[in-house]
């Protein structure tokens, strides 16, 4: 399937998908909710040569979230015909949210709105020092959406959720780290590299063994401990026996070096 307002691509194991829209500050449009993101989901999915993805925006924006003039635009619709994207959006965000890889968003500019949305799918956000964060909502009278309530809560918890959607302000990079909401904070022009070298450091983990931890850790503000612990047991059993786990104990055992160790990266830098 190709690609329409985006752009993706894939090197060493880690993918890059691009929000080109630069003009509308990389305000979604129908072609990326209905095709671009829906196929992004599928790309990754499908290649086990993916190890990592990055989210981010074309032109020094991440996204300013959803056009305005495509809203007034619709008025006369009816009320399905309006829910139709958003509807068909709640098909491919629980999976892009679920991606069996690490999923870093670069947020570079306004990450507004359904942008807010579209960055808090990642598992880990860096920012540019003149990021900007805002569930804009509010200002047009509307309740967010894209999956904010869900996410925004388990990032920064619910009474500070509560106070950014009901005044709708904006903040910026610092703000949002002290939050818990971004990892780093980088310069503009060094954002991308910062994200290429989070993302390619998994470029030799197991993609099982991540896939299996997300879809347990995503459960974890809505199970109670024993379920937990099934759903823990389960996803064990499953990488015990995986190829990467037999091979990574040998090579513990012969006093190899392991297959994927952060503390190495680290010192290697």
């Known amino acids: ?69 495509f809203m007034k635009a619709r008025r006369n619709l009816t009320v399905p015909e309006r829910n139709k994207t958003l509807d068909n959006a709640y098909q491919w965000l629980p999976e892009l949210v679920d991606l069996p890889v690490p999923v870093v968003a670069a947020v570079d500019g306004f990450a507004f709105g359904a942008g807010l949305s579209i960055a808090l799918t990642a598992d880990l956000i860096l920012a540019s020092e003149r990021a900007r964060f805002s569930c804009v909502f509010g200002r047009v009278g509307l309740v967010p959406d894209m999956g904010i309530m869900h996410t925004l809560p388990r990032f920064i918890g619910l009474q500070k959720a509560k106070e950014l959607i009901f005044t709708a302000r904006s903040f910026g990079a610092t703000e949002a780290q002290t939050l818990g909401l971004v990892h780093s904070i980088h310069a503009p022009e060094a954002l991308m590299a910062a994200a290429q070298n989070l993302a390619g450091r998994f470029r030799h983990a197991s993609r099982l063994a991540i896939r299996n931890a997300k879809r347990v850790l995503h459960q974890s503000y809505s199970q109670d401990f024993r379920t937990l612990g099934i759903m823990e047991m389960g996803a064990q059993s499953e990488a015990r026996e995986s190829d990467y786990h037999l091979q990574a104990v040998d090579r513990f055992l012969d006093k190899q070096p392991a297959l994927f160790d952060w503390d190495a990266m680290d010192k290697a830098r």
Do not use: C, H, W
Not at 4 to 16: E, K, P, T
């Open 1 to 69: 399937m190709p690609f329409i307002d985006a752009l993706f691509q894939v090197q060493d194991g880690v993918a890059v998908f691009t929000m080109n829209n630069p003009k509308a500050r990389n305000a979604l449009t129908t072609p990326m909710m209905q095709n671009d993101f829906p196929a992004l989901v599928a790309e990754v999915k499908a290649n086990p040569e993916i190890r990592a993805l990055i989210l981010t925006g074309a032109g020094g924006m991440f996204s300013a979230g959803g056009d305005i003039k």
